[in-house]
């Protein structure tokens, strides 16, 4: 089980809360307690654990097992968005953004397997033309998984190797591009800007396209990858989450607070360095695995 740590860590402690306590509102404040230690965010907490409240004060059942099954229900809800932009998978450019060493570019790989396990014909764009090796290590991703790669030289402008993509994509028939782009903090504008660029470039020379901004963050900055998505969504649109590194946190309740305050869906989750350690994010199977 991928998340067995945290499993295993978050039922040891719900153990303990029923051991020590009969008073089902102290169990609650245990529970709330419980939830903020795992990255669960103040306000996320309050609502899952206040709903909670209301439940169980119209039951006379208060059994772990009664209790733990409204609290999946709560956790699954708070991560069931009501509205979901659907992008069509055949005619897709993904356009991958983030602060620097998130896991953008191994996602990128893994997100291209994925789709070329689907049978869609895969193209990747080596849009970080800053940082020295990022290009190569895009170029090796694209060779082992089998999709092309277009790329340009370092220090190109990021929009002109993506100009050559788009051109490439409507010419040979491609399904799906992913764009690779350079580390950025949100309060770098012209890196920002470049960005806007990028999304510009794609929907003049493809036609029909909708640009999807799937944003990078890494699971171990707990609460502060939230502010990280805030500030980025102030600047540009984002449309989904690649939560990376999932495997290497013993919290990961930093996925009810992305979802919860800022209404973005999480669309994959890393999980590991390998090419197949990613997971479409789905709230049932998510919450089953960790508590
Ligand atoms: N454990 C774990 N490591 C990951 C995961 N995703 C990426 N990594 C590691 O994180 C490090 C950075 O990954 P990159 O894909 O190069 O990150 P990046 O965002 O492209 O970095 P820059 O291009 O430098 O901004 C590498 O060592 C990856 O193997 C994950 O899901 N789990
Ligand atoms: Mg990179």
Known sequence: MIFSKIKEAFSSKI?????SHEDIDEIIDEIEELLILSDVG???????CNELRKDLLKEDDTSKEHVMELLKEKMINILTLEEVKEFDPKKN?????????VGKTTSIAKISNLYKKMGNKVLLAAGDTFRAGAIEQLEIWARNVGVECVSGKDGQDPASVVFEA???YTD??????????AGRLHNKKNLMDEIEKIKKTIDRNIEDI???VLMVIDATTGQNAV????????????????LTKLDSTAKGGVVFSIIN???????YIGVGEKIDDIKEFNAEEFVDSII
């Open 227 to 242: 502010e990280q998505v805030k500030a980025f969504y102030d600047k540009t649109s984002v449309d989904g989450i690649i």
């Open 172 to 181: 040979e028939g491609y399904d799906t591009l992913i764009c690779d782009t």
């Open 93 to 101: 450019v993904i356009l991958v953004v983030g602060v620097n060493g």
């Open 166 to 168: 788009s051109k490439k």
């Open 210 to 212: 909708d640009t999807e």
């Open 42 to 48: 103040m306000k996320t907490t309050s609502e899952i």
């Open 15 to 19: 153990n303990n809360i029923f051991k």
């Open 261 to 267: 305050e800022l209404n973005i869906p999480i669309k």
